[in-house]
């Protein structure tokens, strides 16, 4: 819904930027009796060029009672544009004529032709009508012409975000019929794991200790997994607002490499200089994001590799570099890997990277990527710098 108050001072804002003033107004307000005989035909045709556009037709599909009340709303649109008071109630009309019209789907350039031909018709209707000194009409018509740019730019405005707001919530709906589908999927298949070593618990008969154990290891492996996609969306639904405390960088890294172990086969590097300042944020939350960069790195480098881990210190930030040798991404990979849902891995939801970089944005930090095709990727996080104590 729109804020009144809001649409009032942007109108007011425009009528500086056309320079509208009290004289407009009057001089504008003058016209109404003049023009009043004419209002009949101007909207007759109005109408009638309706008529002659299938595009701009085709929304009219409350037959005759329908265009006797579009004849009488215009009507009255014309008269409240030369009555002279230009208040909120007049603005959020305006604004409403451009919603009515994307609720009905009329296209806005037929919203702009058809104020152009009410333009035309309404100077002509002034030429024949008026009475007074040339120069005064000049006048006159500068300010209608001030006064209708405004009411097409207003109605612009409504159309604009009335598309916005219907694109978001389309895009919305698909996000969530994605994710919907990402998440049936990621957890059908330890479910379903599940589900055959409990049928196997239940009916083998005379099962081995041994068999009993690997079902139930796999049982405790599966449901791991199944929480692991839960946690990986609550993570991503709301995260609350990070507290922010100084943090010890160095043994915050080496607690997300406990917590995500990369695995035998890969050599673990971390390099972190003497006297690196504490960093700025909020542990908790930043132990996700920099465990997710840990496991994609981890992910990059199925058949073994190195993993680098680079703290350092730089003007007022500190900066976390995750280097691996693994496989790298290509351009197209590059530009889309921080999207939500976006994965390049045959499991997983492809939010790992979107929540490091919500959490990294709301701790207010940065993050880059830079990456070569079959030599690696390195991820850089800049934080700020925790401040020493004393110097605040
Ligand atoms: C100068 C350009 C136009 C102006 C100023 C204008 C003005 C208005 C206004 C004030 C309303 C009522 C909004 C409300 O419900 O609050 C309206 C509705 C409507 N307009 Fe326009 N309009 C214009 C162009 C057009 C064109 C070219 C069409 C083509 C078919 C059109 C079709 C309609 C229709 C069908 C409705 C809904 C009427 C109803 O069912 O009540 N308008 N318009």
Same mark, same amino acid.
């Given at each position: $819904?729109?804020?009144?108050?809001? +649409? ?9 930027? =056309? ?7 009057? &001089? *504008? ?61 007049? *603005? ?6 451009? +919603? ?8 806005? *350039?037929?919203?702009? =032709? ?14 024949? #009508? ?11 018509? !500068? ?24 694109? %978001? ?19 059908? /298949? ?27 290891? !796999? ?9 692991? *996609?839960?946690?990986?969306?609550? /993570?991503?639904? !709301?995260?609350?607002?990070?507290? $922010? ?23 673990? =590097? ?13 542990? #908790? ?8 960069? =840990? &496991? ?15 703290? !350092? ?11 691996? #040798?693994?496989?790298? $991404? ?20 492809? +939010? ?5 970089? #919500? ?32 110097? %605040?």
């Amino acid at each position: $819904m729109i804020d009144a108050g809001g +649409l009032y001072e942007r109108y007011k804002e425009l009528q500086s930027y =056309v320079g509208w003033t009290e004289e407009d107004a009057r &001089r *504008v307000a003058a016209t109404a009796t003049l023009l009043e005989p004419y209002l009949y035909a101007l909207i007759e045709d109005f109408y009638a060029e309706i008529e002659r556009h299938p595009n701009a037709r085709k929304v009219i599909t409350g037959g005759a009672e329908q265009i006797a009340r579009l004849k009488g709303t215009l009507t009255q649109w014309i008269r409240d544009l030369l009555s002279g008071a230009y208040d909120t109630t007049y *603005v959020t009309r305006r604004w409403k004529v451009g +919603l009515r019209h994307v609720e009905i789907g009329l296209e806005q *350039v037929y919203t702009n =032709v058809a104020l152009s031909r009410l333009r035309t018709g309404l100077v002509q209707s002034l030429h024949e #009508s008026w009475r007074g000194a040339g120069r005064d009409l000049k006048e006159t018509v !500068r300010s209608l012409d001030k006064l209708l740019d405004l009411d097409l730019a207003i109605i612009e405005d409504a159309y604009q975000a009335e598309y916005a707001a219907r694109l %978001q919530r389309t895009e919305r709906l698909a996000t969530l019929g994605q994710v919907a589908g990402g998440v049936a999927h990621e957890l059908r /298949n330890p479910l379903n794991v599940v589900k055959t070593s409990v049928y196997y618990l239940v009916n083998a008969r005379n099962p081995t200790d041994d068999k009993k154990t690997e079902h139930l290891r !796999r049982i405790e492996r599966n449901v791991e997994l199944a929480d692991g *996609v839960i946690t990986a969306l609550s /993570n991503f639904a !709301r995260l609350p607002l990070p507290e $922010m405390r100084p943090i010890d960088l160095e043994s915050m890294m080496r607690e997300v490499l406990e917590l995500n172990p990369p695995g035998d086969r890969i050599e673990v =590097v971390l390099n972190s200089p003497p006297g690196l300042p504490g960093g700025l944020g909020d542990a #908790s939350q930043l132990r996700i994001a920099l465990g997710n960069l =840990v &496991r994609n790195a981890r992910d990059a480098m199925t058949q073994g590799g190195r993993l680098e881990i680079s703290l !350092r210190s730089e003007a007022d930030r500190v900066v976390i570099e995750v280097a691996d #040798s693994g496989t790298g $991404m290509d351009e197209a990979e590059l530009v889309r890997i921080m999207e939500p849902l976006y994965t390049t891995k045959t499991r997983g939801l492809g +939010l790992g990277l979107a929540i490091t970089r #919500s959490i990294i944005d709301k701790n207010q930090g940065t993050i880059q990527v830079e990456s070569q095709s079959g030599r690696g990727s390195t991820f850089t996080v800049r934080l700020f710098a925790a401040p020493v104590e004393g110097d %605040q």
